[in-house]
């Protein structure tokens, strides 16, 4: 049934890392139509995770036509679109819109040699500039691949006629049929080539991965006019765009210093918002958003690999059908019984960044079992998030006493309990966990004069709440297990070399 006319809406595109979703937002903030597509990975080499553009382009549009769809509106009562999308993802294409290589995703560790010829005084000027630890997560050395190893690339690159992005400036310019070539803070924080205080591309950063400024995409605030998409008949602005977990995290309505929120996904991502910029040593500082010409900051830990760890238990395996069956063998277990998994498949990230750190499995008995292994890769998704938060308190002086969770892996209610007990502090689940897609619709709808900031706070909903049932002396011994698991995971790869 197709709604009043009169009544406008946001459409949020939420672009993952293995799926394209779409959400319509109605002038309430409630999701009245959703739609998703997945798409394919592909590891053409140990360590190199690619993905098709074209692919990501088709399953973005098929989804937002599934949501329309849904949500039985025309086209011309979308009022704004929101873009939330994979960060680090690292995109180069024609003008024309056709991609020169597959997109070299966010866990792709190709590039580690590039990161280790880098000087220390490099090192220091990234973490300096950029509030990022020196890593080949990062944007920056995928795009020095690229220009290094495609024939004749760099230059048509330095001829201006190839144009970088992250996975949003592609949709973006694709969107505006080629007009608009241009990005958010939030993405641009991600590459590695970014000054997050004065908020400009750094000249410094381009010469130290020889990438030619000509390439690189505007820059505009998370809140603002990128251009207008031909939705159908109806040309339709596109008014918000942010990285997936700044936007999960305006999603979470984390508006005051210290709220936190913790991502479950392919990879967990916790974000505490401090308000100003504030300097980490072993955690990301990045913008949170940017609105009205006022920036606000985040401390991040990026875990790489958390859900991808529990699908491949079940696809590469075979040892488990779903979540669900998890949670059930997890639960049929009094305890972990000594066996951790270290799922440090793409390396480990944030605190530890050892790009070289590999997956684990120990403590294994005769008795250790398909359960055991369960509930080993769902407490190492709260392990290893309670080792950020650990360094977050310790950094910031902030204790975390409460932490807002969402994403897939947040409908697991063992896991849920697991972290509230490992964390010691309350988690709170929202009604809607499709926290990515309200965020950035949030803020689209914002500049398009749907709801102020004030009125948004009021539409977060919780809708499950878990409180700490473990003992101090048990969550001790099972944190000392934990790291002494992770120490056998580090330095993996590398082992037998000269480092």
């Given at each position: 049934m197709v709604r009043k006319n009169s009544e406008k809406y946001v459409l949020a595109m939420d672009e993952g890392t293995s799926s394209a979703k779409a959400f319509v937002v109605d002038s309430s903030g409630s999701i009245a139509g959703k739609g998703q597509c997945p798409f394919n990975q592909h590891f053409p080499e140990p360590g190199w995770v690619e993905q098709s553009p074209e692919e990501i382009w088709n399953a973005q549009i098929k989804a937002a036509k599934q949501a329309i769809g849904m949500a039985g509106i025309e086209p011309k009562q979308i009022a704004s679109i929101g873009i939330a999308n994979q960060r680090e993802t690292t995109i180069l294409w024609d003008r024309n819109g056709k991609p020169v290589y597959d997109a070299i995703v966010w866990q792709d560790r190709r590039t580690s040699g590039i990161i280790d010829s880098l000087s220390r005084e490099e090192r220091a000027l990234i973490k300096e500039r950029t509030g990022l630890v020196a890593n080949s997560y990062f944007s920056a050395s995928k795009i020095k691949w690229m220009l290094d190893n495609i024939e004749g690339l760099r230059k048509r690159a330095e001829q201006g006629e190839i144009l970088f992005g992250t996975v949003d400036t592609y949709l973006i310019y694709r969107l505006t049929e080629r007009k608009v070539h241009a990005t958010d803070v939030t993405n641009a924080s991600r590459t590695m080539l970014f000054d997050i205080k004065k908020m400009e591309w750094d000249n410094e950063l381009l010469e130290i991965f020889d990438i030619p400024d000509a390439?690189?995409?505007?820059v505009k605030q998370s809140g603002d006019f990128y251009g207008t998409a031909a939705i159908s008949s109806a040309e339709v602005p596109i008014s918000g765009c942010m990285g997936d977990q700044q936007a999960a995290l305006f999603g979470q309505t984390c508006f005051e210093r210290g709220m936190v929120k913790n991502t479950y996904g392919t990879g967990n991502f916790i974000l505490m918002n401090t308000g100003r910029m504030y300097r980490s040593q072993k955690l990301l500082t990045t913008p949170a958003w940017s609105f009205g010409g006022k920036a606000e900051y985040a401390l991040e830990g990026s875990i790489f690999v958390t859900g991808s760890a529990i699908q491949w238990l079940k696809d590469k395996?075979?040892?488990?059908?779903?979540?669900?069956?998890?949670?059930?063998?997890?639960?049929?277990?009094?305890?972990?019984?000594?066996?951790?998994?270290?799922?440090?498949?793409?390396?480990?990230?944030?605190?530890y960044w050892d790009q070289y750190a590999r997956g684990t499995l120990v403590g294994m008995t005769g008795r250790t079992g398909i359960a055991h292994l369960a509930r080993a890769a769902l407490e190492a998704v709260a392990y290893l998030s309670q080792d950020v938060i650990e360094v977050m308190e310790m950094e910031s002086g902030i204790g975390v006493k409460e932490m807002r969770v969402d994403g897939g892996a947040s409908a697991n209610e063992f896991l849920m309990q697991f972290q509230s007990d490992i964390s010691n502090c309350r988690v709170l689940k929202p009604a809607v966990i499709e926290t990515t897609a309200l965020g950035v619709a949030y803020m689209a709808g914002m500049v398009a004069d749907l709801w102020k900031k004030d009125e948004i706070k009021g539409m977060w909903k919780v809708g499950r709440v878990y409180v700490p049932a473990m003992g101090e002396e048990e969550r001790e011994a099972l944190i000392e297990g934990w790291e002494n698991a992770v120490e056998r995971a580090l330095k993996w790869a590398s082992w037998g070399s000269d480092e």
């Open positions: 390439i690189l995409p505007e395996l075979g040892l488990v059908k779903s979540l669900e069956e998890m949670e059930s063998m997890a639960s049929s277990l009094r305890s972990n019984e000594g066996v951790y998994m270290v799922p440090a498949f793409a390396g480990l990230g944030a605190p």
